[in-house]
């Protein structure tokens, strides 16, 4: 079993920057392509970015791209999220995943192990 934690949410004003954190524990992490997810009010959860077992190859979503930048740290276990340039379109739940399939990490809800979410409110 895979176990998931994100944290680092909170409220900031528009233009601001925030670093998201994923830990990630149970099994060998280098065996998990790692993604964040985000659901906004009323809103189905998306895709925000994703990044390979190793890191070589990453993904965003069109709305992040240029203002968001997906990491890991093998060493640590962990995965960030380092969001900048925030806007009042980028509040929601963001949520970290982990799958053993890059492909399925693309596909929203295609991803094996789930945090519960951390809350990320963009001010105006």
């Known amino acids: 079993q895979v176990q998931v934690v994100e944290s680092g949410g909170g409220l900031v004003q528009a233009g601001g920057s925030l670093r998201l954190s994923c830990a990630v524990s149970?099994?060998?992490?280098?065996?998990?392509?790692m993604g964040w997810f985000r659901q906004a009010p009323g809103k189905e959860r998306d895709f925000v970015a994703a990044i390979s077992a190793y890191g070589r190859t990453t993904s965003y979503a069109d709305s992040v791209k240029g203002r968001f930048t997906v990491s890991r740290d093998n060493a640590k276990n962990a995965v960030y999220l380092e969001m900048n340039s925030l806007n009042s379109e980028d509040t929601g739940v963001y949520f970290c995943?982990?799958?053993?399939?890059?492909?399925?990490?693309?596909?929203?809800?295609?991803?094996?192990?789930w945090g519960k979410g951390t809350l990320v409110t963009v001010s105006l």
């Open positions: 995943a982990a799958d053993v399939s890059y492909s399925a990490i693309i596909r929203v809800g295609g991803a094996e192990y």
């Open positions: 149970g099994r060998t992490f280098t065996n998990y392509a």
